[in-house]
């Protein structure tokens, strides 16, 4: 077994109707005025002022910001900073999915060190602690609430930055699964294939050690085996509690090992097409486990028992049988079968190319891909 180690530096709670613990945890960071950072979608819901009650039933004041999009830019964290630092708050509360999560990291950054976003792109360049964040999940797919991550698309290039540092990572997280009981089915299925891409490239990275495999495996198993489900019916409870947890686990699990090609290849979609992440991410994922399945060590098959439910494998195992198996679950929840059916096109693929190859995550994937591989990976999945 390789060295390794791992830091988990924040606090989690999980559980329905742990929302309204939100004011303990603003007791704990001393805070009395907080910055919430979420959108439009969630404040058209409800959820902003369910926040907003809680907050204020509590005898705190809070500013919104609402200002994003789903691929947040470099626009929408300057914008977010400014209004931050008018606002004269302490804490940031993100509230949402990725793009609420990735926004508020780089705020809290950029408002204490100054400077821009482009200035933090890479690993550890972050000189020490940011603004206090309570993280709020309300989709089972990021995991963004535990990890040292924030993804910001800068819109003269379309190329989406990548800040990764510990200290972005979240003071509290809040796990609530009645905040994902409402989704609407296309954004429960994007989201959940993408949570369960993040333990499945974390179990398969180069990265990877005994304890990533423990949390991807977990994660896995409560994703694999409740994501139809949950798409079927989001307020099938016990299907929503393990999505949330699964989703966490999956987070905990890629924070440390990190990433592969699906990941590096499909930033460039959602970048230069708009293409939502997990969709894009789904689309592209069997087209890239047939090419990975060259360095499979066994681990394939593990992974085809969590998703193929109603199927175990046998001594006929072959790694096909797992993109197979990906086909079918994305066809199960509706995802499209090809980029060329969520707008992609042809005259783009020089620049993502260019712009995949920037990411870490390329290194991180069990088999070795150069730009050429990209290429014909894009063309495959389109």
């Avoid at 077994?1 to 960071?29: C, H, N, W, Y």
């Avoid at 999915?97 to 821009?116: C, H, I, R």
């Avoid at 990533?212 to 085996?225: F, P, R, S, V």
């Avoid at 990190?258 to 460039?268: D, E, V, Y």
Wanted: proline share 5%; aromatic share 8%.
């Amino acid at each position: 077994m390789k060295d390794f180690s791992f830091t988990i530096p924040q606090d989690v709670i999980f559980g329905k109707g742990s929302f309204d613990r939100l004011p303990e945890l603003l007791a704990r960071a001393n805070c009395g005025h907080i910055f919430l950072v979420s959108d439009p979608g969630l404040k058209k819901v409800g959820l902003v002022d369910k926040a907003a009650k809680i907050i204020t039933d509590a005898g705190l004041r809070y500013t919104e910001f609402l200002d994003l999009q789903p691929n947040p830019t470099v626009h929408n964290v300057n914008e977010c900073v400014k209004n931050f630092k008018a606002s004269g708050a302490e804490t940031i509360i993100a509230l949402g999915g990725g793009g609420p999560m990735d926004v508020a990291k780089a705020a809290g950054l950029l408002a204490t060190y100054g400077g821009d976003v482009m200035d933090y792109v890479g690993v550890e360049k972050v000189a020490g602690p940011v603004v206090p964040m309570i993280a709020i999940p309300t989709t089972a797919g990021t995991g963004s609430e535990v990890t040292a991550s924030s993804v910001i698309t800068d819109s003269d290039t379309n190329f989406k930055m990548t800040v990764i540092s510990h200290y972005l990572i979240p003071r509290y997280a809040l796990l609530d699964p009645n905040l994902i009981m409402t989704l609407p089915a296309n954004i429960a299925a994007a989201c959940g294939v993408d949570a369960f891409i993040h333990a499945m490239e974390a179990y398969l990275s180069k990265l990877g050690n005994a304890f990533t495999d423990a949390m991807a495996e977990k994660a896995m198993e409560l994703i694999g085996g409740n994501l139809r489900q949950f798409v079927a019916s989001r307020d099938n409870e016990e299907a929503a509690c393990n999505m949330m947890v699964g989703s966490n686990l999956a987070g905990v699990a890629f924070a440390s090992a990190l990433l592969g090609n699906i990941h590096a290849m499909s930033h460039p979609v959602s970048g230069f097409f708009g293409v939502a992440h997990g969709v894009a991410n789904a689309i592209l994922m069997p087209t890239i486990v047939e090419y990975n399945a060259l360095a499979d060590n066994g681990r394939y098959r593990r992974i085809y028992d969590y998703i193929a439910l109603g199927r175990k494998s046998d001594e006929s195992f072959t790694p096909d049988m797992l993109a197979d198996a990906l086909r079918k679950l994305n066809a199960d929840l509706g995802i499209p079968a090809r980029l060329s059916e969520v707008g992609v096109t042809e005259d783009k693929l020089p620049d993502m190319v260019a712009d995949a190859m920037k990411s870490g995550n390329i290194w991180r994937n069990p088999r070795q891909t150069t730009d050429r591989d990209v290429e014909i990976l894009y063309r495959r999945a389109l």
